[in-house]
Each structure stands twice: as C-alpha cells, then as structure tokens.
C-alpha cells in the first residue's frame, strides 16, 4: 500500500481461509471479502461473502459509490 500510496481505506483484500486473510486483513483495518469454499454455516466478520470471484467488480464499484 505504501508503494502505491494507497490508505486501507482504498484498499481490499480478496481470500478464502478465515484466520489467514479476513481475520488478519480486518486487523489491519482493510475492507475484506471472504470467498466461501465450505459448505459450513461459520460466522464471518467479512465485509461480504460470495461464492464466485465474479461478484468483485460489482462489489468494489458499490463501495467506490459510497464512498463519493
């Protein structure tokens, strides 16, 4: 994010284990989105949950909007 000159604020990160990308990128206070590989109910403190990568887009462009 330095490099790019980013703040947290810009940035999200995109994983799909739990503990390793939604937990630790939230620490870090960036927007996080969980993709669902399990067929389990676990309760997640993502921003969003999806099942296909293809929602991304869709997402990102909502928060840019919020964010105008």
Not at 15 to 41: F, Q
């Amino acid at each position: 994010m330095n490099q790019l000159e980013l703040t947290a604020d810009q940035c999200v990160f995109v994983g799909d284990h739990i503990e390793n990308d939604i937990i630790a990128s939230k620490r870090v206070e960036l927007k996080a989105i969980w993709k669902n590989n399990t067929t389990s109910d676990v309760e997640v403190e993502a921003d969003v949950v999806i099942e296909n990568l293809n929602k991304i887009p869709t997402i990102i462009e909502n928060w840019s909007k919020e964010n105008e």
